[in-house]
């Protein structure tokens, strides 16, 4: 089953991708407070208009697995296109189409909410990660634009430092580079690309994963770090290509899905390894997606500690997939360690929406909605034992984040 509101590039005006705002707890005060917040989850409601464009509300509820949750009279709107990322205790709103610019979000200690900073771009950027504690960085990676630029931002006035840029002809010498994940790990920025049309957004080129080095923070292009085992990393607009573990190693996910945009299949489908501080693939490690799951992929991907990663596996052989169908997916655990892929009982199959996860990670549980054929409803997945269990109905056409304060 797909989607009805399924992500087309070339419909993207029609059906506008969205918003996922993730919170993490407040800071401390000298006047009594609840033993517990009285609404700890956040949830990102997509409401679709009239004029078919989406308007988001992030909406606290105190329970999300009795009832139904509904936006109806509440919540923070942002209608438009737009892509949320969460680092630290600020949710940083990322704007596309008309709206390049990107708007701090940060929680006071009554529980509301308020903007910070508010920074425009000539591009709509591709993706913010954490450098430090102090430091974001941003990357502005346009198919528009002959230059990859990369500033930084303090974390805390949401303005940006500085910006470099540098020639995408680093990275291609024809068609463009689509992002496919970035990561900062010791002295080097990583940054997954793979190459796409922008006209077709065809993929012309599959046969071996590409990761661009840069130092940081200088932002010196060092070099390309290729591997023929297996194709591009990351997928249209998943942004989940590189992840870290505590030690600062990096994973590069592989799968050349048609489900997430890919126009051909010519390698297998893997997790390849970046020792820290290396400037090439671990030779040693490859996990073998393919070969664990009976010759299915995974494109969302979720690191939840200890070596782990929840993930969204792609049931249907790659021959079969529908392009940019984002499905049909089961959730699972992948121990990138001991390479091995666990699905989570209880969920049953289900279709994605082609962007970011909207999932949150809290101890040993992941919570996420899975739209089934009579609605949307919350699971609440247990990544120890690989059980779930069905909660509330969800009232909107989708769910673009799911948090927990």
């Known amino acids: 089953m797909f989607s009805k509101n399924q992500f087309k590039p070339w419909a993207m005006p029609a059906l506008i991708l969205s918003a996922a705002i993730f919170f993490t707890g407040c800071g ?6 609840p033993e517990e917040t009285e609404s700890p989850f956040v949830v990102s409601l997509a409401i679709q208009g009239s004029d078919n464009g989406f308007t988001y509300y992030s909406v606290p509820f105190e329970d999300v697995m009795t009832g139904s949750l509904s936006a109806v009279g509440q919540g923070i709107e942002q209608p438009g296109y737009y892509d949320f990322t969460q680092i630290g205790s600020t949710i940083y709103s990322i704007g596309g189409l008309d709206d390049v610019n990107v708007v701090g979000i940060s929680k006071n200690e009554d529980g509301s909410l308020e903007q910070v900073g508010d920074i425009s771009f000539v591009n709509s950027l591709s993706d913010i990660i954490k450098a430090d504690d102090n430091t974001l960085v941003a990357l502005e990676l346009s198919a528009t634009s002959d230059q990859v630029k990369f500033h ?39 940054l997954a690309y793979y190459v796409s049309d922008p ?8 046969e071996q994963a590409e990761v661009a080095v840069y130092s940081y923070p200088a932002f010196e292009f060092q ?91 792609n049931m249907a052989d790659r ?54 054929a ?6 609440k997945m247990d990544v120890k034992n690989f059980t779930a269990t069905k909660g509330a109905e969800v009232e909107a056409n989708f769910v673009a984040g799911f948090f927990k304060l």
């Not at 401390?28 to 407070?33: A, F, K, L, R, T």
């Not at 892929?341 to 969920?347: A, L």
């Open 28 to 33: 401390g005060s000298d006047d009594p407070e």
């Open 152 to 190: 930084t931002i303090d974390i805390n006035s949401v303005a940006v430092k500085s910006t470099v840029s540098r020639p995408v002809s680093d990275l291609v010498s024809e068609y463009s580079a689509a992002y496919g994940g970035m990561r900062i790990s010791g002295d080097y920025l990583y």
């Open 199 to 206: 006209t077709t957004y065809n993929t012309p080129s599959t």
């Open 223 to 313: 070099k390309i770090m290729t591997d023929s085992r297996v194709g591009p990393i990351g997928g249209f607009n998943v942004k989940a290509g590189l992840i870290k573990d505590e030690k600062g190693d990096v994973y590069a996910l592989s799968h050349s899905n048609p489900a997430n945009g890919y126009s051909q299949t010519t390698k297998s489908a893997g997790i390849l390894k970046i020792e820290k501080g290396s400037t090439a693939f671990e030779g040693e490690y490859f996990l073998d997606i393919e070969e664990l799951t009976g010759g299915k992929t995974t494109a969302h991907l979720m690191y939840l500690g200890d070596g782990k990663a929840f993930a969204e596996i």
């Open 319 to 372: 021959a079969d997939q529908a392009r940019w169908s984002d499905g049909p997916l089961r959730s699972a655990v992948i121990d990138l360690y001991a390479k091995t892929v666990t699905y989570i009982s209880g969920v049953p199959e289900h279709a994605g929406q082609g962007r970011r996860l909207a999932a949150v990670h809290d101890g040993d549980f992941v919570y996420m909605y899975v739209p089934e």
């Open 374 to 379: 009579t609605g949307i409803f919350v699971y």
